[in-house]
């Protein structure tokens, strides 16, 4: 006789099918959620992302390779390799992967690492995308261990494993899916496994840090597309505070025009200098974070070396944000150095804060 509180073999099953029926409900509603217009709901920011290869600037060893992998895929009538890009942040790959998808001529779905936390998330993108496909996640880096375990085979193969119930009732449905491009994006390389690196077929890709003359050219065609008429001494003195980061430049340059409209007075060195005072950003494009870090390193440290964590707590900061938000600038600048027992005022960083 079956004990009553056991669950028999049609129950395990009803519960089974459930739980999948879950999951494609779940998939259902994410494909008929209104999609805004991508025309009338354009951001700034958008607006300022090139559309075409021709007016992407800089990274000139990249984009080539990545144009050899499409045009070669294109020519096979197939989709290319998964790829990806890393690298600071605002230095070009969602700009990347939104030109992946031109050229393509490819519908392109967006979303982050951090947003995808359980294989539903995961079964619900997959599942609704249309055939071929470029998935862009940002931030990859942050996709849990088992969620990545569970895109491996749909990498690989086309496929996604997903396990329906618990103990002996467990069993795996296997979902075909349609076949589709991942372009990754991360600024935390390190932190991205070793067996996620290796599905990227298509190439893995470093982006880094702009020269004065192709943010330049970047910022002239912003002010273009923006209806800006901006002197060249005036390009020059945001190219000289942007950080050699694209984003920074077009970040600096509205907020250059934003004070000339505010004061009713046209753009000029003058207005420039004025805005940039304003706004906390010296002629190196260092802001008040910067320079508070470089003096709480000489005041509390003496220079250093100092530890990351005792100088993050001087400064109120988590080490994380000290680590990756505060230092990369700084370091390329020459201002400080990270050795084995700490970090360290340069000299350079010296003559910085006594100028």
């Not at 899916?177 to 990754?184: A, H």
Request: glycine share 8%; proline share 6%; aromatic share 6%.
């Amino acid at each position: 006789m079956q004990d009553v509180n056991e669950k028999g073999p049609c129950e395990r099953s009803y519960k089974a099918v459930s739980l999948y029926a879950i999951i494609l409900a779940q998939s259902i509603l994410m494909s008929s959620t209104p999609q805004t217009n991508p025309i009338q709901d354009r951001t700034l920011d958008a607006a300022l992302r090139p559309s075409v290869w021709d007016d992407y600037v800089g990274q000139g060893h990249v984009k080539a390779n990545v144009q050899v992998v499409l045009q070669a895929a294109k020519k096979r009538g197939d989709m290319p390799e998964h790829i990806l890009f890393y690298g600071p942040p605002g230095v070009g790959k969602t700009t990347l992967a939104h030109l992946v998808a031109e050229s393509l001529e490819a519908p392109l779905k967006s979303t982050s690492g951090v947003a995808i936390e359980r294989a539903g998330d995961l079964a619900a993108i997959l599942t609704n995308l249309e055939p071929n496909t470029v998935l862009f996640i940002d931030e990859i880096h942050q996709l849990s261990t088992k969620i990545e375990e569970l895109l491996y085979p749909a990498l690989e193969s086309g496929h996604l494993d997903i396990v329906l119930g618990k103990g002996p009732s467990a069993r795996t449905v296997e979902l075909s899916l349609p076949p589709f491009t991942l372009v990754g994006a991360t600024t935390r390389m390190a932190q991205l496994s070793s067996p996620l690196r290796s599905r990227f077929g298509g190439g893995v890709y470093q982006l880094d840090f702009y020269s004065d003359e192709d943010v330049r050219a970047i910022l002239a065609r912003s002010a273009g597309v923006l209806g800006l008429t901006v002197p060249e001494p005036v390009v020059e003195m945001v190219a000289a505070r942007s950080r050699a980061t694209p984003r920074v430049a077009n970040a600096l340059l509205k907020r250059v025009r934003d004070y000339s409209e505010v004061h009713e007075l046209p753009i000029s060195p003058e207005v420039c200098d004025a805005a940039c005072t304003l706004f906390g950003i010296d002629t190196l494009g260092l802001t008040k974070d910067d320079r508070r870090y470089l003096e709480t390193l000489e005041r509390n440290f003496k220079g250093g070396p100092a530890g990351i964590r005792a100088l993050s707590s001087a400064l109120h900061e988590d080490p994380d944000t000290v680590e990756n938000v505060y230092e990369p600038f700084l370091l390329r600048l020459g201002f400080i150095e990270r050795s084995s027992r700490g970090r360290v005022l340069t000299e350079l960083g010296r003559e910085y804060l006594n100028s």
